[in-house]
C-alpha cells in the first residue's frame, strides 16, 4: 500500500527534529577555529608581508588569533570567532584586553580598513583574474 509523504509533516512528528539534533547533526556545524584560521591566510597571505596563525596563543573551537604585518610593516595580532575577525593587539602574540576594536565579518573587509597597499594589491590581483578571463573567454 502506497501512502503519500508531505515533508512539511515531518516537522509536525513528535520528537523529529530532536533527534536531529541527537544524531550529530548538530555537531558537524561546529567549526574548528584553528582550520578557519588556515583558510583565512592562505586567502590573503598574496597581499601583507607576512600572515600566519599563531603558535604562541592557544586556538581552541570557537577562537583561534592570527598575526599578520601589512605591506606599510604595521602588525597587528587578530581575533578570529564566530563574530568575525578584529585586532586585539598591535604587535604579533599581543591581547590588550582593554583594546575595544569592532569586528569584520571577512578579513577582506578587516584589511581593507587597515591597510591602503593591501587594497591596491588585491584589487590589482582581481584586476589581473579579470584580465585573464577575458583574454581565455
Given at each position: 500500500?502506497?501512502?503519500?509523504c508531505?515533508?512539511?509533516?515531518?516537522?509536525?512528528?513528535?520528537?523529529?527534529?530532536?533527534?536531529?539534533?541527537?544524531?550529530?547533526?548538530?555537531?558537524?556545524?561546529?567549526?574548528?577555529?584553528?582550520?578557519?584560521?588556515?583558510?583565512?591566510?592562505?586567502?590573503?597571505?598574496?597581499?601583507?608581508?607576512?600572515?600566519f596563525?599563531?603558535?604562541?596563543?592557544?586556538?581552541?573551537?570557537?577562537?583561534?588569533?592570527?598575526?599578520v604585518?601589512?605591506?606599510?610593516?604595521?602588525?597587528?595580532?587578530?581575533?578570529?570567532?564566530?563574530?568575525?575577525?578584529?585586532?586585539?593587539?598591535?604587535a604579533?602574540?599581543?591581547?590588550d584586553?582593554?583594546?575595544?576594536?569592532?569586528?569584520?565579518?571577512?578579513?577582506?573587509?578587516?584589511?581593507?580598513?587597515?591597510?591602503?597597499?593591501?587594497?591596491e594589491?588585491?584589487?590589482?590581483?582581481?584586476?589581473?583574474?579579470?584580465?585573464?578571463?577575458?583574454?581565455?573567454?
Open positions: 500500500m502506497e501512502t503519500d508531505n515533508p512539511m509533516e515531518l516537522s509536525s512528528v513528535s520528537g523529529f527534529e530532536e533527534d536531529a539534533d541527537l544524531n550529530g547533526f548538530e555537531e558537524t556545524d561546529m567549526k574548528d577555529m584553528k582550520l578557519e584560521a588556515e583558510a583565512v591566510v592562505n586567502d590573503v597571505l598574496f597581499a601583507v608581508n607576512n600572515m596563525v599563531s603558535k604562541n596563543l592557544r586556538c581552541a573551537d570557537d577562537v583561534a588569533y592570527i598575526n604585518e601589512t605591506r606599510e610593516r604595521n602588525r597587528y595580532c587578530l581575533e578570529l570567532t564566530e563574530a568575525g575577525l578584529r585586532v586585539v593587539g598591535y604579533f602574540d599581543q591581547v584586553g582593554h583594546l575595544r576594536t569592532p569586528y569584520h565579518e571577512t578579513v577582506y573587509s578587516l584589511l581593507d580598513t587597515l591597510s591602503p597597499a593591501y587594497r594589491a588585491f584589487g590589482n590581483a582581481l584586476l589581473q583574474r579579470l584580465e585573464a578571463l577575458k583574454r581565455d573567454g
